[in-house]
């Protein structure tokens, strides 16, 4: 298995719009040192420079858990829901890889996209 390195977007909530609500502090950024995976976009809060970066690695990655880890993020924050589902749906059918996370542990890349997706889910309205 690949291992990629992983940051928490710890300063996200704080950083982010009103409509950017789902980047919420346990969403987790993959970062690798190339700067590929658009993390520094992510983590300033730069969600549509972060599409843009991570839309154009598609012909190269487009089953990369760790790019449709990111891209679901930059779509929620951008809130673009409905993107950024099927984004985290497409990473947890992707190859499995272990993504290493700031606090040292290790991660399947399917268990972050199913917390992800989880993060997203539908409001609930009520009524009488």
Known sequence: MKMAVAILGLAMAAAVPMTAQAASDDMVVVALPDGSLAADALIKGQFN???????????NGENDPARLIN???AYAGAGRMERARAAYR????????????ANG???SSRS???????RLKA????SR
């Open 49 to 59: 420079d972060a599409i843009g970066k991570l839309q154009l690695m598609r012909l």
């Open 71 to 73: 891209l679901g993020n």
């Open 90 to 101: 497409a990473a947890s059918f992707a190859p499995e890889e272990t993504l290493l996370l």
């Open 105 to 107: 542990t290790q991660e």
């Open 112 to 118: 972050i996209a199913q917390r992800a997706l989880g």
């Open 123 to 126: 409001p609930v309205y009520a």
